[in-house]
């Protein structure tokens, strides 16, 4: 499995922004990578996909038009920009990966990655 750290969470108002950046050691132009979140008392939650080369992505509805992942294979990291933040976006977001041979999959069930980070807590206060 892949090891994965995630930063740039952190504590913010309504409205703002926040950039989470993801990366590895190991080069990741092999896999396909996705941002998942929690919130206390409540199941992992898709918020974004990319795939393997880039130009395909997904997002939950719920972050659609805010978000926009992105992804940069020469430096082995993945960004989740986060904009116009709500007070239900908090929660501790987990980066993930998969290998594949697939250039277009960006699946939103956490059972097709099989590497995750730590997780980094995001907090919107109202």
């Known amino acids: 499995q892949l090891r994965l750290e995630e930063s740039g969470g952190g504590l913010v108002q309504a409205g703002g922004s926040l950039r989470l950046s993801c990366s590895s050691r190991?080069?990741?132009?092999?896999?396909?990578l996705g941002w998942f979140r929690q919130a206390p008392g409540k199941e992992r939650e898709f918020v974004a996909a990319i795939s393997r080369t880039g130009p395909h992505t997904a997002y939950a509805d719920s972050v659609k038009g805010r978000f926009t992942i992105s992804r940069d294979n020469t430096k082995n990291s993945c960004s989740l920009q986060m904009n116009n933040l709500k007070p239900e976006d908090t929660g501790v977001y987990y980066c993930?990966?998969?290998?594949?041979?697939?250039?277009?999959?960006?699946?939103?069930?956490?059972?097709?990655?099989?590497?995750w980070g730590q997780g980094t807590q995001v907090t919107v206060s109202s």
């Open positions: 993930a990966a998969q290998r594949t041979v697939s250039s277009d999959d960006v699946p939103s069930s956490a059972s097709r990655y099989d590497s």
């Open positions: 190991v080069n990741l132009n092999r896999y396909r």
